[in-house]
């Protein structure tokens, strides 16, 4: 069992910068790959970022490469993500997820969101 919860969401201008955190519980946190996703109002929820277990491996949807960054901490259970350059349309609810089998098809487990807006 795996729980997750998300910070670091809140107001911030065009431009500016916001650091995401995902605190997970659970022993075997280090063989999930993690993930950031994000759901604005009246939209469906979309891939952001995800890291594997061992950080080898990046992958960020084409909105936010460049501007974002994940990264996770396996000694601390922790998930980043590294928001710079915000954009208006960035304005979303962000949500960690874990998936033992990195596929994504189906994440085992979701984080309860951290509300992200930003103002033009």
């Known amino acids: 069992q795996v729980q997750l919860v998300e910070s670091g969401g809140g107001l911030v201008q065009a431009g500016g910068s916001l650091r995401l955190s995902c605190a997970a519980s659970g022993r075997t946190f280090s063989s999930y790959a993690m993930g950031w996703f994000r759901q604005a109002p009246g939209k469906e929820r979309e891939f952001v970022a995800t890291i594997n277990w061992s950080s080898s491996r990046e992958y960020y949807a084409s909105f936010v490469k460049g501007r974002f960054t994940i990264s996770r901490d396996n000694a601390k259970n922790m998930v980043y993500l590294q928001m710079n350059s915000l954009k208006p349309e960035d304005t979303a609810v962000y949500y960690c997820?874990?998936?033992?089998?990195?596929?994504?098809?189906?994440?085992?487990?979701w984080g309860q969101g951290t509300q992200v807006t930003v103002s033009s």
């Open positions: 997820a874990a998936d033992l089998a990195a596929d994504w098809g189906d994440p085992d487990y």
